[in-house]
């Protein structure tokens, strides 16, 4: 995987096992419960340090300016943070869907950040690592910190929790969901009640973002309704992807061989250690 001076790191993505909305704040970020568990399906990024300073992103994507793109934008922030006089060419393997509901964004934000803080031997904690994300996007801590959390708050306050790690099949609709649109929809229910980590272990999964994006976006509503047909099928975040668990491998790969003639569908491991956390052998 390594040796002195180039990384090459998984960014894997996460599913919201489920997602309550329990208030909304003054500036208009709403409260949130919100279950994450990573999955074994990954961006891949290199890094390649330089000793010149210049921080260059060689494969930009289609859509993502390089300035804006949330590798380049960790690297600047962590060279400004630590006054470090590295640089780094960074190549992004894009293997998750944008703006799916599975975080690749944040993922690679988080894989920059950890990648970067070996190769430039900047040495700063999970625990800085995981502040100096939150700048970069909500969910980045969650994935420095390469946990299946228990999130609540706008989504800072974070619980490790140990679960199940089934087989999940994740089914790719072909349309993008803003989360800004469906925060911002008047028929989202904002005011549900809290419940504890206990209730949601005992079944209480239900995800507040559902009804909203099923009415706005009939291609979400099929795939719930196709997957539906092998396993109760749930939305992870504010979608577009749907998903669901599976106990035994052969029965996600059944589903998988009959939903991909129709569907862009992947399947993998349900994880509490992040990819990422086990390529870097983080404790
Ligand atoms: C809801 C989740 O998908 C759960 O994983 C994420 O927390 C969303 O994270 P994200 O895609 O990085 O979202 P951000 O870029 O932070 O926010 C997009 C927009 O969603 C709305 N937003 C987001 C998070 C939150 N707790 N309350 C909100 O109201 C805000 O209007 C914000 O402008
Ligand atoms: N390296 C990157 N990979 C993906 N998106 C990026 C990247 N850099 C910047 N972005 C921007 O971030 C946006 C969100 O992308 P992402 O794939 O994380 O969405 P998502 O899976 O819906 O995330 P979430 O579950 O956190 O809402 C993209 O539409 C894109 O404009």
Known sequence: MM?????????????????????????????????????????????????DGVIRLVNPLPTVPEDQDLTVRAAKLLRKFT???YGVEIEIEKNLPMGG????????????LLGLNVLWRTGLSLQDLMVLGLQLGADVPVFINGRSTW????????????????????????????????????NLTRNNKPITISDFLAGQQENHCLP???????????????LGRFAHAKLTGTGACVFAAFAEE???RAAVAALEREWLVFFARGRNRSALHRALKLA
Request: proline share 7%; aromatic share 6%; charged share 20%.
């Open 151 to 186: 999130a609540e708050g706008v989504g800072e306050v974070l619980t490790p929790l140990d679960l199940p790690e089934p087989w999940f099949v994740v089914l790719v609709p072909g349309c993008h969901v803003s989360t800004a649109q469906i925060f911002s929809a008047p």
């Open 83 to 85: 006054g470090i006089g």
């Open 3 to 51: 040796d002195s001076d180039v990384l090459h790191l998984p960014a894997p993505a996460k599913l919201n096992l489920m997602l309550r909305i329990v208030g909304r704040r003054k500036d208009g970020y709403h409260l949130l419960q919100t279950v994450f568990q990573f999955i074994d399906h990954c961006d891949w990024i290199t890094l390649r340090r330089r000793s």
């Open 212 to 226: 909203v994006v099923s009415e706005l976006y009939p291609e979400v509503r099929a795939a719930l309704c196709g």
């Open 101 to 112: 509901g599975l975080g690749g964004g944040s993922s690679d934000a988080a894989t920059a």
């Open 250 to 252: 052969a029965d996600a």
